[in-house]
């Protein structure tokens, strides 16, 4: 059965400075059991292997004459024998027709705990519980050929390379490759806490996979017998993909149940985002790639610094809508590199009209002058060190109580189909960026008091062009809400990503890029400038040119995710592979855009009456793909990233 319990995952590295501390990786998770495993659960005491068919759950046939529990069983890879392993110290070998008992292997001192056939079906390896030994068998004689000491204790999981030439096993902590035909040990692979439930070799015999106790499953290199990245799953259905220098990919809250101790201090993972959230590198090294590390975790951090707000006072009620939020940073160490403050999870800017600086030797004291929304506000501030670790939150909860103000919608579109290169035109981008206008002019006013629209095309979708219209929406007061559509190219570059205007003309030329393309560290400035609370940014843009990028997806996720952070507003992105990818003739649309429109007309609704951005979300993660697959024959994965308050867009009724 699996269970649940709070899992410690330890890594203490020596202290080197005084910006170097020992390191722990703390977390909650869940153990990994293989569905192998989960039947052996169901087996366990029976004294007699059971065959099931798989399409009914029929029983088929039992196979008696064990005289204890049962283990561990197995088919031959032809399908006409099976192996079953007892704690009555035998394996016994069945031919599946009959239910009759061919051969019993005996010799084992104690409980058989674990088997598996070669991929030829000559030999079986067998592990034991409490003898801390693995014993290779030949099949027609029974005859026991080789034993492989070494286990310091029970052996848990044994497994064949592909070519039968190697064997995995595990014991209580240990993962050992070991060489078939002498028996002797090549490699052995540390790192696990507590017990090796199960083993696995890649296809191409370069890697080892093992699931522990310890509520981990790690890839390994078994030519060096480093560990290469480890795969944590959450019981909220959260996970985490994290390699031993610290870099991670993680599902959109699965960073914040693994923690991290420096010193007497305890952060999560997702304290170390901007530095070592990258799910390209996560990527190269699950695929061998050998790429040179930047960042290493285990050498130490600069400390964040400590944050509070220091007024108003917790709690305080307000009659007027605006205040000053003072926020204190004190050095612990590491430095400060910014101070940020979020408005109900959206960021606020730094306009210099609005923020007053104060430096007070090792102590930096911001104050935001802010508009409140009604009811309750919630302030969030945070700080950087200098290497860009973030410091734990401060939060405080305010009231405003004054009479209920009207909310606007406002809905920036560009659409591109003209570029001045004419070997980037598209076919959608336009007819996208006016269905959305279109839509929200039809259906927008239902929810909100007025709906205003902004939109720019082709020759008019320059970089100056854009960023003036985007400028406009400083004009939107808190409780507004914004939906920003950008349609055309996209290009991902050193962890940027950036939109192609109509001027740019050859995206693949480095400086031309960072020069001309609208990048999103400046749409995160535009973004931030903004004084609506309530923001959902979508881009429709597709990979400009027609070489593919292997890691297209991983790129744009780790630039748009950054994005959506450091702004607290909610994005959802077309990670398209090619321009062809994201246009369908057959639908009119680009699939994106044709899937979110359909969201939006009530397919999202799941039964409610009211569209929020969440449900949109959630409705184009799980379709947009469908429709790809249906249409490109390839599946469309968008990269959804949600950070800001949940709010509603539409009404359906």
Known sequence: ??????????????????????????????????????????????????NWEVATGKEIRSFAGHTAGVSSVAFSPDGRFA?????????????????????????????????????????VLSGGVFDNSMRLWEVATGKEIQSFAGHTSSVA??????????????DDKTLRLWEVATGKEIQSFAGHTDYIKSTAFSPNRRFALSGSSDNTTRLWDISTGKE???????????????????????????????????????YSIDNF???????????????????ETIADIRKGILTPPDVKIISPAPGKEFSSDTVTITVSAKDTGGGIDEIRLYHNGKAIGEDVRAVKIVPKGDEIVKSYTVILTDGLNNFRATAFSKDRTESNPYELLVKLAAPQKDVSMYVFAVGINNYKNPALNLNYAVPDAKGIIDFFNQRGKGL??????????????????????LKQLENTQPQDAVLIYLAGHGESLHDKWYFIPHELTYPEREEELKTKGISSDELAGYIKGIKAQKILLLLDSCKSGAVLVAFRGFEDRKALSQL?????????????????????????????????????????????????????????????????????????????????MDFPLVKTK
């Open 564 to 644: 959506s952070r450091s702004t607290g507003v909610h994005v959802v992105a077309a990670s398209t592979k090619d321009q062809f990818a994201a246009e369908v003739k057959d639908l009119g649309h680009g699939a994106f855009t044709y899937t979110m429109l359909e969201g939006l007309k009530g397919a999202a609704a799941g039964g409610t009456d009211t569209i929020t951005v969440r449900k949109l979300m959630g409705y184009v993660e799980e379709q947009l793909p469908e429709i790809t697959k249906k249409y490109k024959r390839e599946a469309q994965y968008p990269v959804v990233d949600s950070r800001g």
């Open 228 to 266: 290469l990245a480890q795969f944590i799953s959450f019981t909220d259905g959260e996970w985490l993909a994290i390699t031993p220098e610290g870099y991670f990919n993680a599902s959109p809250n699965g960073a914040k149940h693994l923690n991290v101790r420096v010193g007497n201090q305890v």
């Open 448 to 469: 909100f008091k007025k709906v205003e629209t902004i939109d720019i095309y082709n020759e008019q979708a320059t970089k100056q062009g854009i960023t003036a219209r």
């Open 1 to 50: 059965r699996a269970t649940l319990r709070r899992g410690r995952l330890e890594r203490i590295r020596t202290r080197r400075s005084a910006s170097l501390r020992k390191i722990r990786y703390v977390g909650c998770v869940r153990r990994f059991f293989t569905v192998t495993h989960r039947k052996i659960g169901a087996l366990r005491f029976a004294n007699a292997p059971y």
């Open 157 to 170: 999981s044994v497994v064949f390379s592909p070519d039968g030439r190697f064997a995995l096993s595990g």
């Open 83 to 123: 192996l079953s392993g007892s704690s009555d110290k035998t394996l016994r070998l069945w031919e599946v027709a009959t239910g009759k008992e061919i051969r019993s292997f005996a010799g084992r001192t104690l409980w058989v705990y674990a088997l598996t056939f070669s991929p030829d079906g000559r030999f």
């Open 273 to 291: 985002y901007e530095r070592f959230f990258d799910p390209v590198y996560v990527a190269s090294v699950l695929q061998g790639k050998k790429i």
